[in-house]
C-alpha cells in the first residue's frame, strides 16, 4: 500500500511513494489498561486504517448467569465491572422488576440513585487521571486520584466496600442511608464543591492539556448518531443523549435533569478529546447537585417490597415474562434484556449490554487521521471498560490438523513447560 | 414521544408483516410520584425486518442499543432493541423489534447499511449463535477467538455440549492444584 501524496509542511505538497506500515498494539500494552488488540495501518505518522479486535478479558458471564439463580446473578453482575460495578446490578434489578412485577419502595428508588451517583463521581474523576497520565501529567494523575479518594472513603461508609457494594436487590436496597450517615456525604460533597474548580482549571485551562486535546480524537455529531455511540463519547459530539434525562427510571423521574455537552461549558462541541474532558468533569458537578436533592427530598418508607429472601426467590421463581433495564452509568448506556419462565430459577435469558461494546466503533472515526503519539489518549477517551464489554478467554492452537481451542491454564502449563525446555 | 405515533409510522410502513404489537406499562416511584411509563414491543416478518428499520429511520432518529437472542428451539428469536426520542426529556421510548429466524433457514437480512452502529451486534450474535448476516461487511468473531466454531448460547443439544465440556475443561484445570 502506498500513499501517493504527502504533505512535508514545507508550503507545497510533495509526491512520493510512501509505504504504509501495519502496527499491531496490544492486547497487552502499557498504554492499555485492560487487553485489547488495535492494529493500526500507519503512513508515516499518520493513522489511515485500524482494526479492532476485543475479546481477551471474554469470561462468559451471561452464560454463567443463565445457570445460576436469579439472586446469584444479581451478585456476579457486581462482578461485571470493577469500576463501576454498581451500574450492571442496578440495570439487572430493572429488568427484573419489569419481567416479575415487582415494585419499588421510592426510598429505595432514592438510595439507588445515591450510590449510582457517588459511582459516577469516582469514575469521572478515575478516568481524569488516566487521561492525564496517557498525556504524561502525572502531577495531575496524582491530584485527581488523591481528591478521588475522598469519595471512596463515601462509598465505604456508604455501603461497606469500596468496591461491589451490593447495595440493589430486586424490589429494593440492601442498606438504608440513615440520616446519621448523611452528613458524611454531605461533607464529601462540600469538598468536592471546593475543588472541583481547581480541577476544572488545572485540565480545562491548561495550555498543554488543551494542545494535546484539541482537535484530537475526533468524532462528529453524525458520525456518533450512525455509530450508535452512548455516554460522554456521544455528548462530547454534541449529542444530547442520556438515559437519567430521556427515559424516567430511580428518582430521576422527580428530576429535570439534562445531558451535559460541551455547550454547557460555552464552547461549540467538536467531539475530541477536550470535549470528552469537559463533559467528565461537569458532570461530577451535576452529580454533586443530584445527590444534594437526593438527601433533601429523601422519602421515609420501607427499602424492600420483598424483604424476605426465600420469599423473594419463591416470587422470582413463579415469574413470567421479560424486561429491559437500563442505566445511564459512567461511560453511557447500560442495558440488560431479561426472560423469565415460571419454575425455573435461572433467567432463561440474559443480555449484558456495556457501554464499551456500543463505543468500540465511534473509536474508528477518532483514530483515523491522527498520530501515533496520540493513540493511548484516544484509545482512552471514550473510558474504555473491557472487562464489561468481553465477558473464558480462549487461544486458537493446531492440534494434529484439526483447529482446536485451548484455554487459559493449558496454556499456562504449555508456558511453563517451555520455560523449562529452553531453560535446560 | 408518543406510542401511537411509532406505531403508526411501523404500520404504515409494514402492513400485515407487522405480527404483533403491545406496549408494556413500567412502573416508576421516583422520590414523591408514581408513575407509569411505555415500553413499546412489536413483532414483525424476518422479511420486513428492513422495513421496519427504515420507517423508524424515516421518521425518527433512532438508536439501536443492542441485538439480544433467545433460542428457542426450533427458532431463533432475535429483538432489535431500538431507543427512539431521545435528547427529550422523558421523551424516550423503547422500541423493540423482535423477529423469528427458523434455524432451516438461519438467514437474516443485516442492516449495517442502514445503521452501521449494528455491525458489532450482528458480529456478536453471528458468533454466538451462528445465524448468517446476508450482507454484512465483516463476518469475523469479534468477542470469540477466529477459527472458534462452537456456538455458546445456542440451547440445542450438540451445541450444549460442546459449550459444557469447554467450561467443564476449564473448570477441571482451574480447580486441580486447589
Same mark, same amino acid.
Given at each position: 500500500?502506498?500513499?501517493?501524496?504527502?504533505?512535508?509542511?514545507?508550503?507545497?505538497?510533495?509526491?512520493?511513494?510512501?509505504?504504509?506500515?501495519?502496527?499491531?498494539?496490544?492486547?497487552?500494552?502499557?498504554?492499555?489498561?485492560?487487553?485489547?488488540?488495535?492494529?493500526?495501518?500507519?503512513?508515516?505518522?499518520?493513522?489511515?486504517?485500524?482494526?479492532?479486535?476485543?475479546?481477551?478479558?471474554?469470561?462468559?458471564?451471561?452464560?454463567?448467569?443463565?445457570?445460576?439463580?436469579?439472586?446469584?446473578?444479581?451478585?456476579?453482575?457486581?462482578?461485571?465491572?470493577?469500576?463501576?460495578?454498581?451500574?450492571?446490578?442496578?440495570?439487572?434489578?430493572?429488568?427484573?422488576?419489569?419481567?416479575?412485577?415487582?415494585?419499588?419502595?421510592?426510598?429505595?428508588?432514592?438510595?439507588?440513585?445515591?450510590?449510582?451517583?457517588?459511582?459516577?463521581?469516582?469514575?469521572?474523576?478515575?478516568?481524569?487521571?488516566?487521561?492525564?497520565?496517557?498525556?504524561?501529567?502525572?502531577?495531575?494523575?496524582?491530584?485527581?486520584?488523591?481528591?478521588?479518594?475522598?469519595?471512596?472513603?463515601?462509598?465505604?461508609?456508604?455501603?461497606?466496600?469500596?468496591?461491589?457494594?451490593?447495595?440493589?436487590?430486586?424490589?429494593?436496597?440492601?442498606?438504608?442511608?440513615?440520616?446519621?450517615?448523611?452528613?458524611?456525604?454531605?461533607?464529601?460533597?462540600?469538598?468536592?464543591?471546593?475543588?472541583?474548580?481547581?480541577?476544572?482549571?488545572?485540565?480545562?485551562?491548561?495550555?498543554?492539556?488543551?494542545?494535546?486535546?484539541?482537535?484530537?480524537?475526533?468524532?462528529?455529531?453524525?458520525?456518533?448518531?450512525?455509530?450508535?455511540?452512548?455516554?460522554?463519547?456521544?455528548?462530547?459530539?454534541?449529542?444530547?443523549?442520556?438515559?437519567?434525562?430521556?427515559?424516567?427510571?430511580?428518582?430521576?423521574?422527580?428530576?429535570?435533569?439534562?445531558?451535559?455537552?460541551?455547550?454547557?461549558?460555552?464552547?461549540?462541541?467538536?467531539?475530541?478529546?477536550?470535549?470528552?474532558?469537559?463533559?467528565?468533569?461537569?458532570?461530577?458537578?451535576?452529580?454533586?447537585?443530584?445527590?444534594?436533592?437526593?438527601?433533601?427530598?429523601?422519602?421515609?418508607?420501607?427499602?424492600?417490597?420483598?424483604?424476605?429472601?426465600?420469599?423473594?426467590?419463591?416470587?422470582?421463581?413463579?415469574?413470567?415474562?421479560?424486561?429491559?433495564?437500563?442505566?445511564?452509568?459512567?461511560?453511557?448506556?447500560?442495558?440488560?434484556?431479561?426472560?423469565?419462565?415460571?419454575?425455573?430459577?435461572?433467567?432463561?435469558?440474559?443480555?449484558?449490554?456495556?457501554?464499551?461494546?456500543?463505543?468500540?466503533?465511534?473509536?474508528?472515526?477518532?483514530?483515523?487521521?491522527?498520530?501515533?503519539?496520540?493513540?493511548?489518549?484516544?484509545?482512552?477517551?471514550?473510558?474504555?471498560?473491557?472487562?464489561?464489554?468481553?465477558?473464558?478467554?480462549?487461544?486458537?492452537?493446531?492440534?494434529?490438523?484439526?483447529?482446536?481451542?485451548?484455554?487459559?491454564?493449558?496454556?499456562?502449563?504449555?508456558?511453563?513447560?517451555?520455560?523449562?525446555?529452553?531453560?535446560? | 414521544?408518543?406510542?401511537?405515533?411509532?406505531?403508526? !409510522? %411501523?404500520?404504515? &410502513?409494514?402492513?400485515?408483516? $407487522?405480527?404483533?404489537?403491545?406496549?408494556?406499562?413500567?412502573?416508576?416511584? @421516583?422520590? +414523591?410520584?408514581?408513575?407509569?411509563?411505555?415500553?413499546?414491543?412489536?413483532?414483525?416478518?424476518?422479511? !420486513? %425486518?428492513?422495513? &421496519?428499520?427504515?420507517?423508524? $429511520?424515516?421518521?425518527?432518529?433512532?438508536?439501536?442499543?443492542?441485538?439480544? @437472542?433467545? +433460542?428457542?428451539?426450533?427458532?431463533?428469536?432475535?429483538?432489535?432493541?431500538?431507543?427512539?426520542?431521545?435528547?427529550?426529556?422523558?421523551?424516550?421510548?423503547?422500541?423493540?423489534?423482535?423477529?423469528?429466524?427458523?434455524?432451516?433457514?438461519?438467514?437474516?437480512?443485516?442492516?449495517?447499511?442502514?445503521?452501521?452502529?449494528?455491525?458489532?451486534?450482528?458480529?456478536?450474535?453471528?458468533?454466538?449463535?451462528?445465524?448468517?448476516?446476508?450482507?454484512?461487511?465483516?463476518?469475523?468473531?469479534?468477542?470469540?477467538?477466529?477459527?472458534?466454531?462452537?456456538?455458546?448460547?445456542?440451547?440445542?443439544?450438540?451445541?450444549?455440549?460442546?459449550?459444557?465440556?469447554?467450561?467443564?475443561?476449564?473448570?477441571?484445570?482451574?480447580?486441580?492444584?486447589?
Amino acid at each position: 500500500m502506498h500513499n501517493e501524496r504527502i504533505n512535508l509542511d514545507l508550503g507545497e505538497e510533495r509526491t512520493c511513494g510512501l509505504t504504509s506500515y501495519s502496527i499491531p498494539i496490544g492486547p497487552t500494552h502499557p498504554a492499555l489498561k485492560e487487553p485489547i488488540r488495535f492494529s493500526f495501518d500507519i503512513e508515516g505518522e499518520r493513522i489511515v486504517g485500524v482494526d479492532i479486535q476485543p475479546g481477551f478479558a471474554h469470561r462468559g458471564i451471561e452464560y454463567m448467569g443463565m445457570r445460576r439463580n436469579l439472586i446469584q446473578t444479581l451478585y456476579l453482575s457486581e462482578r461485571i465491572c470493577g469500576i463501576c460495578s454498581i451500574s450492571h446490578p442496578l440495570t439487572l434489578v430493572q429488568a427484573v422488576e419489569a419481567a416479575a412485577a415487582i415494585e419499588v419502595p421510592p426510598r429505595a428508588q432514592t438510595i439507588r440513585t445515591i450510590i449510582g451517583e457517588v459511582e459516577r463521581i469516582h469514575s469521572h474523576l478515575l478516568w481524569a487521571g488516566v487521561g492525564a497520565h496517557e498525556l504524561g501529567f502525572d502531577t495531575l494523575l496524582h491530584l485527581t486520584w488523591n481528591v478521588r479518594e475522598k469519595v471512596m472513603d463515601l462509598l465505604e461508609q456508604l455501603t461497606g466496600n469500596r468496591v461491589d457494594y451490593a447495595i440493589p436487590i430486586y424490589g429494593g436496597v440492601r442498606r438504608d442511608i440513615p440520616q446519621e450517615k448523611a452528613h458524611l456525604a454531605y461533607e464529601a460533597l462540600e469538598y468536592y464543591n471546593g475543588i472541583l474548580q481547581q480541577l476544572i482549571d488545572a485540565f480545562l485551562h491548561d495550555k498543554s492539556v488543551e494542545m494535546r486535546t484539541r482537535n484530537i480524537g475526533v468524532m462528529t455529531y453524525d458520525q456518533a448518531i450512525a455509530l450508535c455511540a452512548v455516554g460522554p463519547t456521544a455528548r462530547a459530539s454534541g449529542v444530547k443523549k442520556d438515559v437519567r434525562q430521556d427515559w424516567p427510571y430511580f428518582s430521576y423521574a422527580d428530576m429535570d435533569l439534562h445531558a451535559i455537552t460541551p455547550e454547557d461549558f460555552g464552547t461549540d462541541a467538536i467531539g475530541d478529546v477536550y470535549d470528552n474532558i469537559i463533559v467528565r468533569l461537569l458532570e461530577v458537578a451535576q452529580s454533586i447537585k443530584i445527590i444534594e436533592h437526593c438527601l433533601e427530598t429523601m422519602p421515609s418508607g420501607e427499602l424492600q417490597s420483598i424483604p424476605k429472601v426465600p420469599a423473594l426467590l419463591a416470587a422470582l421463581k413463579k415469574a413470567e415474562g421479560e424486561g429491559i433495564g437500563r442505566h445511564e452509568a459512567p461511560r453511557g448506556e447500560v442495558f440488560h434484556y431479561v426472560r423469565l419462565e415460571a419454575g425455573v430459577e435461572e433467567p432463561v435469558v440474559w443480555k449484558v449490554k456495556a457501554p464499551t461494546y456500543s463505543n468500540l466503533m465511534p473509536w474508528v472515526p477518532k483514530f483515523l487521521g491522527d498520530e501515533i503519539a496520540d493513540i493511548p489518549i484516544i484509545a482512552a477517551s471514550i473510558d474504555p471498560c473491557m472487562c464489561c464489554m468481553d465477558r473464558v478467554h480462549l487461544v486458537d492452537s493446531g492440534d494434529h490438523g484439526r483447529r482446536a481451542i485451548l484455554q487459559k491454564a493449558e496454556l499456562i502449563k504449555l508456558s511453563r513447560e517451555k520455560t523449562r525446555r529452553v531453560c535446560g | 414521544m408518543k406510542t401511537d405515533q411509532v406505531l403508526e !409510522a %411501523l404500520q404504515t &410502513a409494514l402492513g400485515e408483516s $407487522l405480527l404483533d404489537a403491545h406496549v408494556v406499562e413500567r412502573i416508576v416511584a @421516583g422520590g +414523591d410520584d408514581r408513575t407509569t411509563y411505555p415500553d413499546l414491543w412489536v413483532k414483525v416478518d424476518r422479511s !420486513a %425486518l428492513r422495513d &421496519a428499520t427504515a420507517a423508524l $429511520l424515516a421518521a425518527f432518529v433512532p438508536h439501536l442499543t443492542v441485538i439480544s @437472542g433467545d +433460542d428457542l428451539g426450533e427458532t431463533l428469536l432475535l429483538n432489535y432493541h431500538f431507543t427512539v426520542g431521545w435528547g427529550t426529556h422523558f421523551g424516550e421510548l423503547c422500541v423493540t423489534v423482535q423477529i423469528g429466524v427458523p434455524k432451516s433457514d438461519f438467514r437474516v437480512p443485516t442492516i449495517t447499511d442502514l445503521v452501521p452502529g449494528a455491525l458489532t451486534s450482528e458480529r456478536e450474535k453471528h458468533e454466538f449463535y451462528g445465524v448468517v448476516f446476508d450482507g454484512i461487511p465483516d463476518d469475523r468473531n469479534l468477542f470469540l477467538p477466529e477459527g472458534m466454531t462452537i456456538h455458546p448460547w445456542r440451547r440445542d443439544e450438540e451445541s450444549q455440549r460442546e459449550t459444557d465440556t469447554m467450561v467443564e475443561r476449564l473448570v477441571k484445570w482451574e480447580t486441580k492444584d486447589a
